[in-house]
């Protein structure tokens, strides 16, 4: 017989336990991060649902790439920088390909991945998804760091934010090992881990001295000119620049994502001069804008007497391809600021043929421009600019749309046609000229600004990403996807040139219609033959506020090899023996 004993048990009282991904996603709250783009799996999946649970929005993409390219541009427009999470091995890698363009392009973020047990990886013994993933990140990127504790998370989480902002801004790893997502700590002694950093992104004024000597060299000048690039854009220094351009009368152009800075129709943009720019001007003023290849590294058409004054925040980025005579190294808006006060106590002495002489080829080159769209408006089967023809004026009219543009004709033929006249609201494959940013890069600008997004894409380049086309219509995204299809990479004309017919390398599907995988996400779509039809379609899309994607049918003719940057190529053969 057993007995019962009549005294109440009491359950024994544990304390309140977390694991290391709640303690990661608080870390991530506690510097500001609101938002978070990626693709889950093993080992991550729950600090995705955690991070929701907790208020921060999860953005979930087809293929980590294109949640890095959002992350990246959501970076480049908020100057916080633009998490990505990923999975252990191939998710990581693939997140590492636009981790190493924000590095590339100097945009802020942080891709956070999940990474295997360390000990088998360190022995080379196997282990699910082993890859010693910290050391690959590690040349590719600004900063990496791992986090094998619970108790170093906000430490790791403040570090990488400030890597990624501070100095030059760029893309960071952060590689969490499973046992350390997985770590349980006591609540109360994981609260206080927590802290409020000071001063994340702190200003790094400019040395007076150079600031004087930038000041009196430009002031001595008599064809100066400004060069804007997308650090002063993501600077946000607009203003500063405006009042350097108002007061000394000193003509500017853009380099391509800095096109709205100041407007690219004002009365003092040179932006059809760059070449009298190179070959005249005396003094030219770098603001964000580095001399790499794509103005010719300094050389090239530049006159060898130009005399450059860079501003910029690396100091490691002076005389790296021509002796810069006036270097001011700093953020741009203390450096602005000091020249702007030191402009006060002195005069220009600018040629006063200098800019009416850059106004006048303005005029004959955008009337050349204009009588380009008109000659190709009513082209059948549609071009580039008969297509470009009908956007300009309904985009230009709608300048707080942000402009997402890729591929090669596309890209050239839409950045020389499309005037932009608001900072931030062009974003392009920039440094490397990739291919494959759009579908991500348009979620992230959606995402982080609210604004309306277009992406003008070239057939091949929308390949790289369509898919990712679904995850603006499963978060119903006010993204219009606008696609060039010319039927190739660069054009259609190669049809079946292999042997047995195959098709061309450069040839893809001049059918295709891409406005039925549009259909197949539930987006409102179009296919267009005609500019009349592509004009209605446009309004249409641009006014829904929601997913849209435009299938443009172009002539397969239309545009040519690698667009404007065809003399990259090497030569072919045939060229050599000649
Ligand atoms: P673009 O392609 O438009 O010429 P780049 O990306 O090549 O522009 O160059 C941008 C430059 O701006 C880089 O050299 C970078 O160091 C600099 N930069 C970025 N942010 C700042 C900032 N806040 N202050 C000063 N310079 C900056
Ligand atoms: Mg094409």
Known sequence: MTTTNNTPQTAPSYPAQVTGMDILVRALRMVGIDTMYGLVGIPVTEVAYIAQGRGIRFISFRHEQQAGMAAATHGYLTGKPGVLLTVSSLGFMNGLTATTNATVNCYPMIQISGSSVREPIDLEQGTYEGLDQLNVAKPLVKAAYRVNKPEDIPTAVVRAYRAAVSGRPGGVYLDVTTPCLGAIMNAEDADKL???????????????????????????????????????????????????????????????????????????????????????????????????????????????????????????????????????????????????????????????????????????????????????????????????????????????????????????????????????????????????????????????????????????????SGMDFSTICRFKLPVTVVIFNNGGIYNGIGQNMGKDGDPAPTTLDIHARYDKLGEAFGATTFYVTTPQELEAAFKEAIACKGPALIDVQLGADSGKESGHIGYLNPAPLETIIV
């Open 194 to 464: 927590f802290y409020q950093p000071v001063d994340l992104c702190p200003a790094m004024p400019p040395a007076q001295e150079a600031v004087d000597r930038a000041v009196s060299l430009l002031a001595g000048a008599k064809k100066p000119a400004v060069i804007i690039g997308k650090g002063a854009a993501y600077a946000r220094v607009e203003d500063k620049i405006k009042a350097l351009i108002d007061k000394t009368g000193v003509p500017y152009f853009p380099m391509s994502m800095a096109k709205g800075v100041m407007p690219d129709n004002g009365p003092l943009s040179a932006l059809s001069c760059r070449s009298t720019i190179m070959q005249e001007a005396d003094v030219v003023v770098l603001v964000g804008a580095r001399l790499n290849w794509l103005l010719s590294r300094g050389h090239g058409k530049w006159s060898p007497d130009t005399k450059f004054i860079q501003l910029d925040i690396d100091p490691e980025e002076i005389d790296c391809n021509r002796p810069i005579a006036a270097p001011v190294v700093g953020d741009l808006a203390s450096s602005l600021d000091a020249i702007l006060a030191g402009l006060d106590k002195t005069t220009m002495s600018m040629d006063p043929t200098w800019v009416p002489a850059l106004q006048k080829e303005t005029a004959v080159k955008n009337a050349k421009f204009a009588e380009r769209l008109k000659a190709n408006a009513t082209a059948m089967p549609m071009d580039h600019w008969t297509a470009l023809g009908v956007i300009k004026p309904i985009l230009e009219a709608n300048d707080d749309i942000i402009l997402v543009n890729e591929g090669a004709n596309t890209l050239d033929d839409t950045r020389d046609c499309i005037d932009m006249s608001k900072p931030r609201c062009r974003v392009d494959c920039a440094t490397w000229a990739i291919m494959g940013m759009g579908m991500g890069s348009a979620v992230g600008a959606a995402v982080a600004t609210g604004q309306r997004v277009v992406a003008i894409e070239g057939d091949s380049a929308f390949g790289f």
